[in-house]
């Protein structure tokens, strides 16, 4: 499991995980995200069962277990939080923000110790040290209940499914040419994302935040003017549309 | 009779489906006893015999009843238990993979305490699971020997039946043929369960 720096300040840092090579084949590849400040760290869709060693591993390099002391989870898909069962075991004290309307869907992936702070659908904040982090409503893009982090002073969108591509294992972190990186966006996007009206509303309000990275949960970051690329495509693409398989 | 399981946790669930199904099995029992004991008043004299048989039919029936439906309530504690013990074994699995993957990382000490929790959860769940099956093995060795008396019990009715007189004498067979049906039936239920406390061990 690879990790790389986004971003660090006196206040915090924010770590991408991903592109494990010893992910078994037929899984999709995952980017978890965490958020360090000077006592506790957020980790953003920690990931499926099949990746949970890798990423214990990974985070453990970084900080110690016990200063994990929340979880994020977009939404409710096995590949964002199936391996909460785990790490409800190898956590003391944390507490999971995840959307309210997931709560009793996602207690089966086993969760006896974590305590679960539903998001409301408007969004909310979690104030970690002297961070603050916004929960943006991203509802049917594509889950009905679904959330960005979205941190004004690193202006670092974790935009979760939205910006997501199809790549393979071993790809860079980073968009490096936006118009090549559509054909491996495009499919997800048009099958995953059901609703035209939610994705405007969306694109809408993501353009009126301050935006240097936006990190979405599969594929690659962008960066910079691909930020405002992808919101431009993004809002100009037709969704909701049965597409074929890759 | 269907294939022993070889999955631990499949095999305390198969527990408790069949013993369900042998409780439905001996309330059955119930209402042969019932049937006896009908037939016997309308046999008046010439049944009297078979009346203090149908009370014994009634007891191995409320034994049987009693003792499965207890049997199924151990069965489905210990399949949750199973459940629980997989989920500490696998997490310790896991961890496990995390110290080698994570070897020289310098907050891997951080995972000491959770680790040793852990550990420590799945040996007490270790011996409540072992308690849970020695409970289940006694009670299934229990009903078991009260079946047994199935046999004589059907030997004593067909006895009986001999000396009813022609009008009742195949009905009253019927009942014997019955209590023996029913109890093989719910032995074969007991012998697969006794099968499948041997993969919990």
Same mark, same amino acid.
């Given at each position: 499991m690879k990790?790389e720096?986004?971003?660090?300040n ?7 995980f ?7 084949d037929l ?6 995200y965490?958020?360090?400040s000077?006592?506790? +760290?957020?980790?953003?869709d920690p ?5 949970f +060693?890798?990423?214990l ?15 994020f989870?977009s /939404?409710?898909d096995?590949?964002?939080?199936s391996?909460?069962?785990l ?9 999971l ?5 997931w709560e009793?869907?996602?207690? /089966?992936?086993?969760?006896? /110790?974590i305590?679960y702070e539903g998001?409301?659908?408007?969004g +909310? ?9 916004e929960f943006i409503p991203?509802h ?6 679904n959330?960005?982090?979205y941190?004004?002073k690193?202006?670092?969108?974790m ?9 393979e294992?071993?790809a860079p972190?980073?968009?490096?040419d ?5 054909g491996?966006?495009k499919?997800?996007?048009q099958?995953?994302m ?5 994705k ?6 993501v353009?009126?935040?301050d935006i240097?990275?936006m990190?979405?949960? /599969? ?9 405002k ?6 809002e100009?693409l037709e969704?909701?549309?049965l597409?074929g398989r890759? | 009779?269907?294939e022993?399981?070889?999955? =631990? ?6 527990i408790?489906?069949k013993?369900? =199904?042998?409780t ?12 006896a004991?009908? %037939?016997t008043?309308?046999?008046g004299?010439?049944?009297?015999g078979?009346?203090?048989?149908t009370?014994?039919?009634?007891? !191995?029936?409320?034994i049987t009843?009693s ?9 489905a504690v *210990?399949?949750r238990m199973?459940v629980e013990?997989?989920r500490?074994d ?5 961890f496990?993979?995390?110290? *080698?993957q994570?070897q020289?990382?310098?907050h891997?000490?951080?995972l000491?305490?959770? =680790?040793e929790?852990?550990? *420590? ?5 270790m011996?409540q =699971? ?5 409970? !289940?093995?006694q &009670? %299934? ?5 009260? !079946?047994r ?8 009715c ?6 009813a ?5 195949d009905?009253?067979n019927?009942?014997? &043929? ?6 093989e ?5 007991i012998?697969?369960?006794?099968q499948q406390?041997a993969i *919990?061990?």
């Amino acid at each position: 499991m690879k990790a790389e720096k986004l971003y660090e300040n006196n206040d915090h840092t924010w770590i991408v995980f991903g592109r494990d090579e010893d992910k078994p084949d037929l899984i999709i590849d995952t980017n978890q995200y965490m958020v360090t400040s000077k006592k506790n +760290s957020l980790l953003m869709d920690p990931g499926g069962v099949e990746l949970f +060693s890798a990423m214990l591993s990974a985070v453990i390099k970084e900080v110690p277990a016990q200063k994990i002391t929340h979880l994020f989870a977009s /939404h409710q898909d096995p590949d964002i939080i199936s391996s909460l069962g785990l790490w409800d075991l190898a956590l003391t004290d944390a507490t999971l923000h995840s959307p309210w309307l997931w709560e009793g869907y996602i207690r /089966h992936f086993g969760m006896q /110790h974590i305590e679960y702070e539903g998001i409301p659908d408007e969004g +909310s904040r979690l104030t970690l040290d002297e961070v603050v982090l916004e929960f943006i409503p991203a509802h049917y893009l594509h889950s009905s209940g679904n959330f960005n982090v979205y941190d004004p002073k690193a202006k670092i969108l974790m935009s979760g499914d939205i910006g997501a591509a199809m790549e393979e294992p071993d790809a860079p972190m980073f968009v490096e040419d936006f118009d090549a990186h559509i054909g491996k966006m495009k499919m997800f996007h048009q099958r995953w994302m059901p609703s035209n009206k939610a994705k405007n509303d969306w694109v809408r309000r993501v353009r009126q935040l301050d935006i240097e990275m936006m990190c979405p949960q /599969h594929g690659r970051i962008f960066r910079g003017a691909d930020v405002k690329r992808f919101l431009d495509w993004f809002e100009n693409l037709e969704v909701g549309v049965l597409g074929g398989r890759r | 009779m269907s294939e022993v399981s070889s999955n =631990y946790f499949v095999a305390a669930a198969s527990i408790a489906a069949k013993l369900d =199904y042998a409780t439905k099995v001996a309330q059955r029992l119930s209402l042969t006893a019932s049937n006896a004991r009908a %037939l016997t008043l309308r046999a008046g004299q010439s049944a009297a015999g078979f009346r203090p048989l149908t009370d014994a039919i009634h007891r !191995l029936s409320d034994i049987t009843v009693s003792s499965s439906k207890k049997i199924n309530a151990i069965a489905a504690v *210990l399949s949750r238990m199973a459940v629980e013990k997989y989920r500490s074994d696998s997490a310790l699995k896991y961890f496990d993979a995390v110290y *080698l993957q994570a070897q020289g990382s310098r907050h891997l000490d951080s995972l000491s305490d959770v =680790y040793e929790r852990t550990k *420590l959860k799945q040996k007490e769940l270790m011996t409540q =699971y072992q308690q849970k099956i020695q409970q !289940l093995t006694q &009670e %299934l060795e229990a009903v078991e020997g009260e !079946l047994r008396s199935a046999v004589v019990l059907k030997v004593l009715c067909q006895i009986e039946a001999s000396q009813a007189g022609a009008t009742y004498q195949d009905a009253l067979n019927n009942v014997a &043929e019955n209590v023996e049906n029913i109890a093989e039936t719910i032995k074969e239920q007991i012998v697969f369960s006794r099968q499948q406390v041997a993969i *919990l061990q």
